[in-house]
T-cell receptor, first 109, second 121 residues
Framework: GQNIDQPTEMTATEGAIVQINCTYQ??????LFWYQQHAGEAPTFLSY??LDGLEEKGRFSSFLSRSKGYSYLLLKELQMKDSASYLC??????????WGAGTKLIIKP | GAVVSQHPSWVICKSGTSVKIECRSL??????MFWYRQFPKQSLMLMAT?????????EQGVEKDKFLINHASLTLSTLTVTSAHPEDSSFYIC?????????????????FGPGTRLTVL
């Protein structure tokens, strides 16, 4: 079966750095997405990785290792507004998005 | 980026009634739209793929006669929850990919609507 795992909840301090991990087992791979979702709102796109390596975009970076079925989202200089759920999703061989359950990130002052 | 709207944002209805949710792509055409359901503290679950001009494709376990989908134009898809019951209370979200590839993403980047909170009493 297809499976995406990510921690349920993480806590970090304002100004710090946090890494959210995602491991996946899917039928085929056409890329991995990270989305941010604030409570009661729709997800918003953060990043897309299809090749191994690190993609940096401002305070957010996303890493992918296809051989390990592993990705992480790195958030630097955390701000209170970064408190949200972060969803990992993989585009499988049928170009269907397989979603993880999301990681709730709590930022403390 | 592209904008997808949903209407209504929230709805409360009595058990047994039907509720229609609209999903519109405001500044691009979408031959395909996706309908998701999300229960509290759970991930998005794909319910069905809405195809313009043809029947929707439903995921396993989703009753097509209960969740009616109509994709009548390139900018509008509707989801009707028929004879709604309390267990249908959830957050319903639609998304639409841009045509072709966008930023190298196969099938295009998906843009999500703001979601509709359905509460069935």
């Amino acid at each position: 079966g297809q499976n995406i795992d990510q921690p349920t909840e993480m806590t970090a301090t304002e100004g710090a750095i946090v890494q959210i991990n995602c491991t996946y087992q899917t039928s085929g791979f056409n890329g991995l997405f990270w989305y941010q979702q604030h409570a009661g709102e729709a997800p918003t796109f953060l990043s897309y990785n299809v090749l191994d390596g690190l993609e940096e975009k401002g305070r957010f970076s996303s890493f992918l290792s296809r051989s390990k079925g592993y990705s992480y989202l790195l958030l630097k200089e955390l701000q209170m507004k970064d408190s949200a759920s972060y969803l990992c999703a993989v585009l499988d061989s049928n170009y269907q998005l397989i979603w993880g359950a999301g990681t709730k990130l709590i930022i403390k002052p | 980026g592209a904008v997808v709207s949903q209407h209504p944002s929230w709805v409360i209805c009595k058990s047994g009634t039907s509720v229609k949710i609209e999903c519109r792509s405001l500044d691009f055409q979408a031959t395909t739209m996706f309908w998701y359901r999300q229960f509290p503290k759970q991930s998005l679950m794909l319910m069905a793929t809405s195809n313009e001009g043809s029947k929707a494709t439903y995921e396993q376990g989703v009753e097509k006669d209960k969740f009616l989908i109509n994709h009548a134009s390139l900018t509008l898809s509707t989801l009707t929850v028929t004879s709604a019951h309390p267990e249908d209370s959830s957050f319903y979200i639609c998304s639409a990919p841009t045509l072709g590839t966008s930023g190298g993403i196969p099938g295009g980047e998906q843009f999500f609507g703001p979601g509709t909170r359905l509460t069935v009493l």
